[in-house]
């Protein structure tokens, strides 16, 4: 290989990565390094074609050799550190961090990151109240102290809000601690942009999410949006730069050439989102999720409107007194429940939406929705409590004919660190258990029609997937808690009004009626019960439209 055709060689790479055809953009760095082993320029680039491709193996083996050539690499300490926590590798993370620390090859945030790391798949109870002490002695610190960070000189902290959530926990009390800790390094946070309605003028209202895209949140909220009454409000739907373009986003766009609303992607600096904040001077702000994107959970830190609502898209509190209300349906809350947020309950008859029913090309025929024995829990793995893995052991263990299905995360990391935790279990026979690789949208909602019976995750439970699983009607036993995040299915079925649903209060009604219901001789005729009732009671709920109009405008009565 001569000196042009390296060059040549190595244009051709580079213009795959930049065109985000990583497979190629790899062989190619990989055929280059055969020649030139320690050319740091081609391996920065493979670095970042395995990271974007999603793996971080190799990222990991590759940043090592980078660092072993240059250990000051501008932000290799960062990008290594991003590459573990995306592997869940959060003690080794920790190790990094210090190391870089102690090299001053870190920016001073990464002193409080490294104690607001959580896992995404933990090992056992244990390690869950670890962390959270660790994460809770952080913000006693952060409070304590008087230094302050520069939010848009990378020096943003990812706060464990959404991690944290996924067990049975309580966590208003960390979240409070949270904001308070935020606002006193960050003085950003503290901003006010207040404005009154104007008399007889419209409500200005601001819908702001990163995932009104092909996403939950898109197929959750997008017709409750399109639901308002133009006459009353002025509607802006505000999105993130990193916010996919998708069929479903395209919906968005179609709206606002029909003049209905108004899209805006908002400024990546968070000053930038304050002054445009300031400007418009917005009435309502709706955040239909709080936690799942870091951008987003910041700005709903800051006073930006008079009336400051979210909702279920992430069903947990935010502890802080700039969102005033949850807006949820009296069927997803207790008497007990608002003791756990910091924000007023706004509750509508309905679930908070108007789905609509999926359609699927291939429509399964009423034989393959009659198979027995076969348990699916087809949710993403960060909702897998080691409390529920006995669960999914005891069903096995009790129904010899058992077959569980369970669903690999895309990279494959969560689900390597799932089946060594379920390898602890003596009694869990893993031979029955079926992982299968990620699903197309129609592909899933025929592996829930083909399920006996569905598996709803403790502590935190299925929320789209169910509305999905009533394409067919296949029955999903819960166990809710007073926490709104595992009340979703219960929801669902008081809505639907059926009979009998399976809920249950304990894990050994759970198995045992798992096993019942995947071994009914009727199982058919149950299907057909649970689809009938979603498709009269759960699907195009025109009525939750009015509902939502009406709650927002007795705001200004």
Not at 411 to 433: A, G, P, T
Request: with cysteine; glycine share 2%; aromatic share 12%.
């Amino acid at each position: 290989m001569n000196k042009i055709s390296t060059e040549e060689l190595f244009k051709i790479a580079y213009n795959h990565l930049q065109n985000k055809n990583y497979s190629k953009s790899i062989k190619l760095f990989n055929k280059i390094l055969t020649h030139f082993p320690e050319n740091l320029s081609v391996l920065r680039n493979l670095l970042h074609a395995y990271a974007f491709s999603g793996d971080f193996q190799n990222a990991e083996n590759t940043i090592k050799k980078v660092l072993k050539l240059n250990e000051k690499e501008p932000f290799a300490y960062q990008f290594y550190a991003s590459i573990l926590k995306n592997q869940d590798k959060i003690y080794e993370m920790i190790n990094l961090i210090e190391e870089g620390l102690s090299k001053n090859l870190m920016n001073p945030k990464w002193r409080y990151q490294k104690e607001l790391l959580f896992p995404v798949i933990v090992k056992d109870n244990n390690e869950i109240d670890k962390f959270r002490k660790k994460i809770n002695n952080c913000y006693d610190q952060i409070i304590e102290n008087s230094e302050q960070l520069n939010y848009d000189n990378d020096q943003i902290i990812q706060t464990p809000h959404y991690e944290s959530s996924y067990n049975q926990h309580d966590n208003l009390e960390l979240n409070v601690k949270s904001v308070k800790a935020l606002r006193k390094i960050y003085k950003e946070l503290s901003e006010n942009c207040v404005v009154e309605k104007k008399e007889n003028g419209k409500i200005k209202i601001g819908f702001i999410s990163e995932f009104f895209t092909d996403h939950t949140i898109g197929r959750l909220f997008k017709n409750i949006i399109f639901s308002l009454n133009q006459s009353k409000f002025d509607i802006f739907v505000l999105h993130s730069k990193k916010t996919r373009s998708s069929d479903l986003f395209n919906e968005f766009i179609k709206k606002e050439k029909n003049g209905f609303l108004k899209n805006i992607r908002l400024p990546e600096k968070l000053s930038e989102k304050i002054s445009f904040f300031k400007k418009e001077k917005f009435n309502i702000l709706f955040y239909p999720d709080i936690g799942m994107s870091i951008e987003m959970y910041y700005l709903s830190l800051i006073r930006l409107a008079k009336h400051q609502i979210m909702s279920w898209g992430h069903p947990e509190t935010t502890g802080s007194e700039s969102i005033d209300f949850f807006l949820c349906s009296k069927s997803l809350v207790t008497n007990e429940t608002s003791k756990s947020y910091s924000e007023k309950l706004l509750l509508m008859e309905h679930l908070p939406m108007i789905y609509e029913m999926p359609k699927v090309k291939q429509e399964l025929k009423d034989a393959e929705l009659v198979k027995k024995n076969i348990y699916s829990c087809p949710q993403t793995m960060f909702k897998f409590h080691p409390d529920f893995d006995h669960i999914l052991a005891e069903i096995l263990k009790k129904d010899k004919k058992g077959v569980l299905y369970l669903i690999k995360d895309t990279n494959k990391v969560y689900f390597k660190k799932l089946i060594e935790r379920f390898k602890k279990i003596e009694f869990f026979d893993l031979d029955r258990v079926i992982f299968l690789d990620p699903l197309s949208r129609d592909n899933y909602i025929n592996h829930l029609g083909t399920s006996s019976v569905l598996l709803d995750p403790l502590y935190f439970g299925a929320g789209n997937s169910f509305h999905e699983s009533m394409v067919y009607g296949t029955p999903t036993i819960t166990m809710p808690t007073k926490f709104i995040k595992s009340r979703i299915v219960n929801a669902a079925y008081i809505q639907m009004e059926i009979d009998n649903p399976p809920v249950v209060g304990n894990k050994k009604e759970y198995v045992e009626l798992a096993i019942d219901i995947a071994n009914k001789e009727n199982l058919l005729e149950i299907k057909k019960y649970y689809q009938k009732k979603a498709i009269e009671k759960l699907f195009n709920t025109a009525k939750a439209g009015e509902e939502f109009n009406q709650i927002l405008l007795n705001l200004y009565q």
